[in-house]
């Protein structure tokens, strides 16, 4: 069983990298990616929680914007796999969003205080590592201890969501040139939950065709929050234009109500996603486990 898209506390999940690696392995997850927003953190613990017969295969999620193919932009995710952590290029990019989600934390906490909702983000920054890539999620979860609301999901229907009262835009890599990054590391990218429609707008089919002849290596197509129709329809743009197709969970412990590996993705691809990998790696060697080491 594969599932290629995880979040540990590194990032906006609720289990550290060691606790989500025994979730995975408990669930029968044989290769797992660790998928942090915009962060390589996790990576060492992951790597020393890692039971003998799982493939730990390293990644995150990075931010981007992208054309949304009908003029304008919208937020998009990207997983990158297998890439150079030590990358400059990669880490001086990865410092500069985590920088601005901080930034984006303090400011929507300002927002929030202003409004009389019970929510310090500086406070909320200061329980966090100094480095770290915070999220709505961690907003979300002080309102839920301070009772305002139910659940991290209610948080994001009532307060956080894009667009709503409180929201604040952080920095995003463009898709083009954080697509250009990965493989330049070494890497491979694949385009996140595409048609996530409940988190706002989202990118046009011909937004992944153009990406796919910039150098795109795939698109996740099961996820939890594509509607059956969607996943036909990227299917079908896949085929077309050569995309993998990976499927995942996006697991978030209790942030989501989202069990591990709830979607997968199959041996092949993986295999085909390894062999790419092994094929730009400079300086780089992938490991018999799916990571990567200096050379
Ligand atoms: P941010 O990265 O700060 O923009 O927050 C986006 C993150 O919030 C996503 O990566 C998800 O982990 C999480 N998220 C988005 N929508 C929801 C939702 N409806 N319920 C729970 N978590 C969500
Ligand atoms: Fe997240
Ligand atoms: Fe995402
Ligand atoms: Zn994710």
Do not use: C
């Not at 046009?204 to 099961?222: C, K, N, W």
């Not at 486990?289 to 050379?295: E, H, I, L, N, R």
């Amino acid at each position: 069983m594969i599932d290629l898209h995880t979040h540990s506390t590194v990032s906006d999940g609720t289990e550290t990298p060691t606790e989500l690696v025994a979730t995975a392995a408990a669930a029968g997850v044989t290769v797992l990616a660790l998928t942090d927003h915009d962060t390589t953190a996790g990576w060492a613990e992951a790597a020393t929680a890692r039971p003998s017969g799982m493939t730990l295969v390293r990644g995150a999620e990075f931010s981007t914007v992208s054309p949304d193919g009908r003029g304008g932009e919208v937020t998009a995710h990207l997983l990158g796999y297998l890439f150079d952590p030590e990358d400059a290029t990669v880490v001086a990019e990865q410092e500069r969003v985590r920088n601005s989600r901080r930034d984006r934390l303090r400011a929507m906490g300002e927002r929030m205080a202003a409004g009389g909702l019970p929510i310090d983000g500086e406070a909320l920054l200061a329980r966090l590592p100094a480095d770290s890539p915070a999220g709505r999620p961690h907003i979300g979860q002080a309102l839920v201890e301070a009772g305002v609301v139910g659940s991290v999901s209610e948080a994001f229907r009532e307060l956080l969501r894009k667009g709503g009262p409180y929201y604040v835009e952080k920095y995003n890599t463009p898709i083009a040139e954080a697509v250009a990054m990965i493989r330049a590391a070494g890497g491979v990218a694949v385009f996140a939950h595409p048609f996530a429609r409940r988190r706002g707008d989202v990118v046009e089919a011909s937004v992944l065709r153009d990406l796919a002849r910039e150098g795109l290596d795939g698109v996740e197509v099961d996820h939890p929050d594509h509607a059956d129709d969607d996943r036909a329809t990227l299917r079908e743009v896949a085929a077309e234009t050569g995309l993998l197709v990976t499927g995942s969970s996006d697991y978030h412990g209790t942030n989501k109500t989202t069990p591990i590996a709830v979607e997968t993705t199959a041996p092949a691809v993986f295999e085909a996603l390894v062999v790419r990998a092994s094929a730009r790696a400079t300086g780089v060697e992938v490991l018999a486990d799916g990571g990567v080491a200096a050379t």
